[in-house]
Each structure stands twice: as C-alpha cells, then as structure tokens.
C-alpha cells in the first residue's frame, strides 16, 4: 500500500512538472495571445500588425488579437508589454522607435533591451529624403549646396520629437553642416502645405508614409537611408553612397517582442510562428505595395544581437545631435 506521505510526494513532483516550462512549452498555446501595437488603428503600421497577426493565427492555431496601444511615443504600449505576464499570451510589436524613444525620454518606465526577449524582426523600411516636386533642388547635393547658401532658411519635417524621422534629419544636417529648424507634424498631409517653390524644405519619412505623394508627384525623392537602394525605387541612390557616412544608414524596422523571461521554448515557438508569417505570400506582398521590405530573423538570438547593436549606435547618435524639442 502506497503511504498517504509517498502518494503526496508525487502528486507534488506531478504538479511542479506540469508547470515546468518544458511542459508550459508542450501545450502552449491553448488559448488566444495578446498582441500589443504602439500605434494608432488605421495607419500602415497597425495595417501591417493586423495582417502578420491574421497569418501568425493561421500557424499557432489560436487567435492572434491585436490590440493598440498607442501614446507617449510608444511608451503607453511597452510599459504594457514589459509589466505583462512572460508566459507567451502577451506579444508586442517592438521598433527602432521604440529605441529612440526611450534615449528621448529616458524617465519612461520600460527598458528595452532588458525587459523584454526578442524574438524575431518582421519588416525593414527607409527613410526618404524628400523635398516638394515644385523645388528647383533636384538631388542631395543641390539640397546640401542651397542649405550652405542660406544657413537657417531650411525646416526639415518629421512625425515628431524623438522620432526615426526626426532622428534621422538631425543627424544629415549635423553631418553636411546644415542648419535647419526641425518642425514635427502629425501626418505628411500636415507637412504640403508648408513647402514652397522656392525654398526646398526637406523631410526624412518612411516610404510608407511617402510613396502615395511620390507617386503622384507632389514630393521627390532625393535619396533613401538604407545600406542598398529600394526595389521601388532603383534609380534613387542611398545616402550612404553620396556621403560615404555610415551614420546616416537608417533603416526603420519592426519585430516581435515577449516580456523578458519568457521561457526559452516558448521563444522558439513563437518564432517558427512570426517566421512563416513574415515569409507568406501576403504579408511579403503588402510590405512591398507599403514600400516596405518583409524580413525574418536567423534566430531570436540573431535578433538580441541585433537591438543591442542599434541601440548602442542610436545612443551616440541621438547624444551627438542633442535630441530635445528644439532641434
């Protein structure tokens, strides 16, 4: 006869099995996972999100509901996701913003290296040095030239304070020895009406933010701040070939994040998931019609390395260009 103190020591070894986080791994998922946008429903990004969820759904076999969370340069959404349960039912959509904007406000209440585990990029994007097709400036070098002819004359626009835009158009004017005034707008429709014929104000968006205004003509790409040129645009050389300045290779990009200490298996599950996703036909196909490139991890690993290293060089960059409302 099994003894009452015997049967309670397995019983006991039973349940610390079950919660082990190779058995959490083995079932997981069972019920539907969180996952935490920073961006406002209806713009390209969240556009995006809604179709990775859709195809990472079809492959983990439970819905993937997104929810956003926007505010605070992204803070409102990481802090959520940083504070959430590491167990794999909560995801979070992690950006170089989400970088940029914890160096503009370092009081914000989430660290993005150590409080999350990477999982695996989804998308790269440009940033498009544009100035208004009406302007007689028609490359870098001419933008540049006419900068230096009249110091202080130039805006450049951005989506906000602390933005890659922002960020990025900081940096080109500190580098070339401009000066300009960095006016942040909400939307690019913000930023039109404000170019003129005869001073060429430049801006720094994402292709997706600006391929409908190229397209019809009302902005003209001078140059992308990708290390290689964009498919959608092959005759539009990158900064990094005029300037030979590898600080001004930019490229925005999106991954999958999960709240740091999410066990190492579930990790993995729920990269074999984002991979196959990033990697469908329909997410390729609505990157590229978005001017944007879908791209998948090696490894969440690969991707660890990845954020440290592009935060350590937005960390100098940002600290060299003196990111704060005024500039």
């Given at each position: ?88 039912y ?24 150590k ?9 790269k ?30 805006n ?36 039109l ?6 001073v ?51 490229e ?12 190492t ?10 991979v ?27 991707f ?21 409302s005024?500039?």
């Amino acid at each position: 006869m099994i003894s009452a103190s015997r049967l309670m020591t397995w019983l006991f070894a039973i349940m610390v099995a079950a919660l082990s986080p190779g058995a959490q791994a083995d079932q997981y998922p069972v019920r539907s996972v969180r996952f935490i946008v920073p961006f406002p429903a209806g713009t390209s990004i969240d556009a995006a999100s809604r179709i990775l969820a859709r195809q990472m759904a079809a492959e983990i076999g439970v819905p993937v509901v997104v929810e956003n969370k926007p505010g605070a340069g992204g803070a409102v959404g990481a802090v959520a996701a940083a504070r959430a349960e590491p167990n794999g039912y909560t995801i979070f959509l992690g950006s170089v913003a989400t970088l940029i904007g914890k160096l503009a406000q370092p009081s914000a209440a989430f660290d993005p290296v150590k409080d999350f585990s990477p999982v695996s990029l989804v998308y790269k994007s440009a940033g498009i040095l544009t100035v208004s097709s009406d302007s007689a400036v028609k490359s870098a070098a001419d933008l540049v030239e006419w900068a230096r002819r009249h110091p202080g004359a130039l805006n450049y626009y951005s989506g906000g304070v602390g933005t890659a835009a922002h960020l990025l158009g900081a940096t080109f004017a500190r580098k070339e020895r401009i000066e300009a005034v960095h006016v942040p707008v909400r939307t690019v429709t913000d930023m039109l009406p404000q170019l003129t014929d005869d001073v060429p104000h430049f801006a720094f968006f994402t292709g997706a933010a600006v391929r409908p205004y190229i397209e019809s003509n009302r902005l003209r790409p001078l140059a992308v701040s990708t290390r290689v040129r964009m498919p959608q645009l092959p005759d539009v050389p990158t900064l990094l070939e005029l300037f030979k300045d590898a600080d001004l290779v930019h490229e925005s990009w999106l991954g999958i994040w999960a709240p740091a200490n999410t066990p190492t298996p579930i990790v993995r599950k729920l990269f074999a998931a984002v991979v196959k996703a990033a990697n469908t036909a329909d997410f390729r196909n609505a990157m590229l019609q978005q001017g944007q490139q879908a791209v998948a991890s090696g490894s969440p690993e690969e991707f660890r390395k990845y954020i440290s290293s592009e935060y350590e060089q937005l960390r100098r960059v940002a600290k060299a260009v003196q990111i704060s409302s005024s500039h």
